[in-house]
């Protein structure tokens, strides 16, 4: 596909408010940019939909448009005209924009300042966003098993959450229901063993799906960091150099092992 404006316009963003995924785009081969980066863009505007505004119901409102759009997917017909929206409706296949309702569902929860209501509750919230996000490009780019690629993007997800918790906190939110040390050691030795996990089936993940886990690739090292060092999660220190970042991201794309 040709990029037009409007995928030129979603790739902007992507580069501007999401460079690792950026980064991890242009690492893939070119067929597979347009999705990836409609598909990047739009989590990119459904995650700032419900920080757009004190007032929750106009949150709630951003949050329902992207819903809306998920369900002009799901039916086929034309989608309305937006810069991320349009070509979304063009390279989204039908059958997976359920996961569009799954992720903006999910989002609510940013809305407010409630803690999650148990362990499963976290779950969840990081299977419908992260995993909803990694399926929904794995499946439109070639053939992948959902468990396996829903794996793999919980501990991806662990990882974004982990690095993303200064923000939240700062925002008056409550990220984590045991914010201890031993409990961000539990968390991120989780996801390292849901990563393990996917890993050991890589052989269920097409090369052309396994484009869409290449997003992944700083998620091993960040949580053994969590996991060794705990209180980098607090201090926001958590991450590599930009040259181990850059070195692990090549060698990820051309060996193919996400």
Excluded at 21 to 33: H, K, W
Excluded at 154 to 166: D, F, R, S
Excluded at 213 to 218: E, I, K, V
């Amino acid at each position: 596909m040709i990029f037009d404006d409007d995928l030129t316009s979603c790739a902007e963003l992507v580069q501007q408010a999401d460079p690792d995924r950026f980064l991890a785009t242009m690492a893939t081969p070119v067929a597979a940019r347009p999705l990836l980066f409609a598909l990047y863009a739009f989590n990119i505007e459904l995650s700032r939909a419900p920080w757009a505004s004190q007032e929750s119901m106009i949150a709630e409102m951003r949050v329902q448009w992207w819903r809306d759009i998920g369900a002009e997917i799901q039916q086929g017909g034309p989608v309305r005209r937006h810069n991320v929206s349009t070509p979304l409706g063009r390279l989204l296949k039908p059958e997976l924009a359920i996961n569009i309702d799954v992720m903006a569902e999910a989002r609510r929860w940013d809305i407010y300042r409630d803690p999650f209501a148990d362990e499963a509750a976290f779950a969840k919230y990081i299977d419908d966003t992260s995993g909803s996000l990694m399926w929904m490009a794995a499946a439109s780019l070639g053939e992948a098993d959902e468990a396996t690629v829903r794996r793999f993007a919980y501990g991806v997800g662990i990882a974004n959450w982990l690095l993303a918790i200064p923000a939240l906190e700062a925002q008056k939110r409550v990220p984590l229901l045991d914010g201890t040390a031993k409990g961000v050691q539990k968390l991120a030795r989780h996801g390292l063993a849901e990563l393990t996990a996917a890993q050991k089936a890589r052989h269920l993940v097409s090369k052309e799906s396994s484009a869409a886990l290449l997003a992944g690739w700083q998620a091993r090292g960040i949580l053994k960091q969590a996991s060794q060092n705990p209180e980098r999660v607090a201090n926001g220190s958590l991450g590599q150099s930009e040259f181990r970042r850059r070195t692990g991201l090549i060698w990820r794309s051309a060996s193919g092992r996400w």
